[in-house]
């Protein structure tokens, strides 16, 4: 079974400008989850999706920080505009559905890593 | 609120001695627990979870962890540490429906 792509892998952008990472989880996987891992630090939840809809993204810094999940599947996490504090690695996740994981599992994408200078 | 402590930032051993990561966590309700490694550049891949019945956890590449309620500990353990063991471990915490919140990690170093 296909893994959990993400694209691109590295990305160098200035502060201020914005920045789009993509996500396409294991086919079938209801739930998807967007993490930030801050060097140094565990990954934190941005968001998570059930199917298209949002189930928590109380984490999410709206002011700058969108992500969308269209038709269910893929899913596109956009930072705009970009500050110093936001470079970390972006990790996508996909379980079956939220309920399911703990026994299931969650399968990781291999991140995007984000240095915003 | 879940919240996840991991002792040591950083835990060296020669290979072939015993690996010890620790792992306290808090929750109000029985949790879900898991243990995740990040090899540079990778993604997290599960070595092990415990969601309910035995509490001594097998994983992968010879890895175990005891989930003890009255301690509120997962500590993960190796009899005999490889080489190959060097990368960072992390311990997360899920209550049923909620969120996977991770511990800090431990970066695991084996000297030859």
């Known amino acids: 079974e296909a893994g959990v792509a993400q694209s691109p892998r590295y990305k160098i952008i200035e502060k201020r400008q914005s920045v789009a990472f993509w996500c396409n989880p294991i086919s079938g996987h209801a739930t998807l989850y967007w993490y930030q891992q801050i060097l140094g630090q565990g990954p934190k939840l941005l968001i998570q999706f059930q199917n298209n809809g949002v189930v928590d993204d109380s984490q999410l810094p709206k002011d700058r920080f969108s992500a969308e999940r269209l038709k269910g599947v893929d899913s596109t996490l956009k930072i705009q505009p970009a500050k110093l504090e936001d470079s970390a690695v972006y990790l996508c996740a996909s379980s079956p559905e939220q309920y399911r994981a703990p026994n299931y599992g969650y399968t990781f994408g291999s991140g995007t890593r984000l240095t915003v200078v | 609120a879940q919240s996840v402590t991991q002792l040591g930032s950083h835990v060296s051993v020669s290979e072939g001695a015993l690996v010890l990561l620790r792992c306290n966590y808090s929750?109000?309700?029985?949790?879900?627990l898991f243990w995740y490694v990040q090899y540079p550049n990778q993604g997290l891949q599960l070595l092990l979870k415990y969601t309910t019945g035995a509490t001594l956890v097998k994983g992968i590449n010879g890895f175990e962890a005891e989930f003890k309620k009255s301690e509120t500990s997962f500590h993960l353990t190796k009899p005999s540490a490889h080489m190959s063991d060097a990368a960072e471990y992390f311990c997360?915490?899920?209550?049923?429906?909620?969120?996977?919140?991770f511990g800090a990690g431990t970066i695991l170093r084996v000297k030859s």
């Open positions: 997360a915490v899920q209550e049923y429906g909620n969120k996977l919140v």
């Open positions: 929750s109000s309700v029985p949790p879900y």
